[in-house]
């Protein structure tokens, strides 16, 4: 499976101290360099500046070539990266969040994957209890709809109930 990450997720899986979901979810990130670039920005979490000083060897960095993909819609840098190598490599999916970035990704046929979907996902396999990562992750500068949440948390309870 391959699987490319833009910033946001990753870094709110950072911010959270969940980031190893994504290994066990998916194996292997393949993160663009302008991915890299934002996260190391200096207005970025510390926490999130150490972890790209010490990539684990489930990561892999890539350059984009960034000729096979122009938006329609002004997206980040690190989107615009993320998309361009979704389609270079024929990815599986990207990890996007951004509403213009999901929406660029789907124009040129790129599945996406969001934060909330990757907790949820996670949830699902019992690798972590949802709501307290979602009350985590709402500590953060992360915004999201609290009828997202409450739906999200519903759909959640009626799987758990059903596979009981």
């Known amino acids: 499976m391959i ?36 996260l190391s920005h200096p207005k970025a979490p510390q926490k999130v500046k150490d972890w790209v000083q010490n990539l684990p060897d489930w990561i892999e960095v890539r350059t984009a070539d960034t000729s096979l993909f122009q938006p329609q819609k002004k997206i980040g840098k690190g989107e615009c990266h993320a998309i361009a190598l979704a389609i270079e490599m024929k990815a599986d999916a990207v990890l996007a969040d951004d509403r213009g970035a999901v929406l660029e990704a789907r124009r040129v046929n790129v599945q996406t994957i969001q934060t909330l979907g990757i907790l949820e996902a996670a949830a699902k396999r019992n690798l972590l209890e949802l709501e307290e990562a979602l009350t985590r992750l709402q500590q953060t500068s992360f915004y999201v709809l609290p009828e997202i949440i409450e739906a999200l948390l519903a759909r959640h309870r009626l799987f758990k109930q059903s596979s009981n």
């Open 3 to 38: 699987i490319i990450s833009d910033t946001t997720p990753l870094h709110y899986l950072i911010e959270i101290e969940e980031q190893c979901l994504l290994r066990k979810l998916f194996g292997q990130i393949i993160l663009p360099q302008g991915v890299i670039e934002e």
